[in-house]
């Protein structure tokens, strides 16, 4: 009897404990919101698919919704490290999923649904979001996975208007971050901040994974501004969270290389490669090497993620296409020049994001074609978004039109917006610069 008398009062206890937590935090500020201090946080990633899958095993497969379920925590783990495997595990099982729950199953449909976007089949993901919609089940999800294409493909004002439907459906950290991400892509980097703050104010028990990688999002805000020490306090806590998260350590080996700890840089790089097999962090490592000043070891490198992304490609897996090219432009042969402008012509004609623009502008300079070039950075621009790398890529192409007055106007744009900006910094090292 007094084992049940106490279970009240524990719960009493723990919501006074929150109340308390989430008001420190609301009068400490930003600095108050950095630290994920809920006194119960959940069980591992890990772990909860340990205990799903022997639920299903115990099942043999019977229960839609434990399948669903299941497929949601590989999306998840898929998400974390970039594995294709967890990909394929999450297909079977929302495939399993539907078998066993034809109809009313919206947690598959929600699984294949993030399934598409990874693989970049925007269509695929929006009609699947539209039977989310249609079901009267998962609005919510509709309306993420819609906002995730949109960003995707450059359709900011949908994307905003969706993001704002979802926060007046259910304000939540996912919900709060989301529209976060639109507002950044809009060059809204105050309202961006604001709702990712806010976002955290709201984090609840369990929402290790959310939590993290809102706190990425605030620290590559912080990083793309300059502001290490900033971006890195943000990170770090996020790593705490979820160390194997390759985002973000690919984040951290971006700060050490600035910071010209080449050496941390290349480790953390390296670990981001082999926590997700995604080649892109090996390019970054060149990236990180050349401007450094160490060419043949960029140039060993970006051959290395060459391969890996050729063979991606030849999978039939296209959504490092975007990478593919940004190493044959970084390389700067000019017989690569003509693959990089068709791989990228593929590209925009399916996503019109700014970051696709400005490498597609890239290559239309790198082919010779200022006039396109200055056309599709104009798109990109734009958006509103704030970048150092689209202004480094406007300044190059008004030198290629002979306006080193404009020219010169982008790269004090780009000092302004990133001073520890690599190539930047590359260039002032340079006899040149």
Known sequence: MWKKSLIPAFILALGVALFFQRQAR??????????YRHPIEQLSLETQIRLMEERVARENGKSGIDLATLGSLYVEAAKRDGSPAWWARAADAAARSRIALPVENPGATNVLAQIALAEHDFDRAVSLAGELSASG????????????????????LEAE?????????????????QRGLVYEAMGRESEAMEDWLSGLMLEDLGEVQASAWTRTLIGRLHLRHGRLEEAKAWLDESRRLVPVHPITIGLLAEIAGRKGDLEESVRLYQEALLNSGDPSYLSREGRMRDVSGDRSG????????????????????????????????MRGAPADAPEALSLMQAEVAKRRSAEALGLFAWALAANGDFPEAR????????????????????????????DPGRASFYRDLARATDPTNPELVARRRSPAG
Do not use: C
């Not at 609301?26 to 630290?35: Q, W």
């Not at 208007?161 to 971050?177: H, M």
């Not at 056309?375 to 002979?402: F, H, I, M, N, T």
């Open 26 to 35: 609301s009068e400490s500020g930003a600095k108050g919101l950095l630290h």
């Open 137 to 156: 089940k998962g609005i919510g999800q509709a309306l993420a996975i819609r906002v995730t294409a949109e960003l995707a493909t450059g359709k900011l």
């Open 161 to 177: 208007k969706d993001a704002d439907q979802a926060v007046a459906f259910r304000p939540t950290l996912s919900s709060l971050t």
């Open 298 to 329: 960029a140039l060993n490198a970006w051959e290395g993620a060459e391969k890996l992304l050729r063979l991606q490609l030849s999978e039939g897996r296209t959504g490092h296409r975007m990478e593919l090219a940004r190493i044959l432009l």
């Open 375 to 402: 056309g599709a950075l104009r798109e990109a621009l734009d958006s509103g978004v704030k970048s150092a790398e689209l202004y480094l890529r406007a300044a190059q192409v008004a030198e290629g039109l002979g």
